[in-house]
């Protein structure tokens, strides 16, 4: 693909395979505007029903990034969190620091342009050759109910709330 928009994504890949070692259960979502709150109760690891979550972080329909999340994720006790509203940095940094995370036990959930906006749970990276374009992504759509195989670089190329901003929410449970 001639990169003429976006730019290079990242000067190298990682050139290992990374894959979310939690036990995930993973959740689809049961409202068109609820992909946030079943990649939350995905990487939560949660039994709470999608209505239950949904009263608790008093949301409403309508799109939902991680600033509107942070301000109500505090209720959940025993995990550690990261948010793309409170990092710095291009989009190359972002995107390492997510696979960093993945790496040492982090679930990530990123949001997408996807018809205008919508999350994904990033499952595992493979590189399959030299360049971020030969390298694929594993992703629950909670949506469609079913994990894909997607090219790293498109994925990435938008991965956007919408607002320029490479949004995500990144879980980690605390030991007790």
């Known amino acids: 693909m001639h990169r003429e928009y976006f730019g290079e994504i990242m000067s190298a890949p990682a050139d290992i395979v990374i894959v979310d070692r939690n036990r995930l259960v993973l959740r689809r979502q049961h409202r068109d505007w609820t992909c946030s709150v079943a990649c939350l109760r995905t990487i939560l690891c949660t039994n709470m029903s999608e209505d239950y979550m949904i009263d608790m972080l008093g949301l409403q329909p309508g799109p939902h990034y991680s600033k509107d999340m942070k301000q109500t994720v505090n209720i959940f006790g025993h995990y550690q969190f990261d948010f793309g509203c409170d990092c710095d940095g291009d ?3 972002r995107f390492a620091k997510l696979l960093t995370m993945l790496g040492i036990g982090w679930s990530v959930m990123i949001e997408t342009i996807h018809n205008g906006g919508h999350w994904l749970i990033l ?10 374009a030969d390298c694929n992504l594993l992703l629950w759509d909670p949506y469609l109910g079913e994990t894909r195989l997607e090219n790293a670089e498109e994925v990435i190329s938008m991965w956007s709330d919408g607002n320029s901003v ?11």
Do not use: F
């Open 91 to 93: 989009t190359q940094t």
């Open 123 to 132: 499952l595992g990276y493979y590189p399959v050759g030299t360049t971020i």
């Open 166 to 176: 490479n949004d995500y929410i990144a879980v980690k449970r605390i030991s007790t």
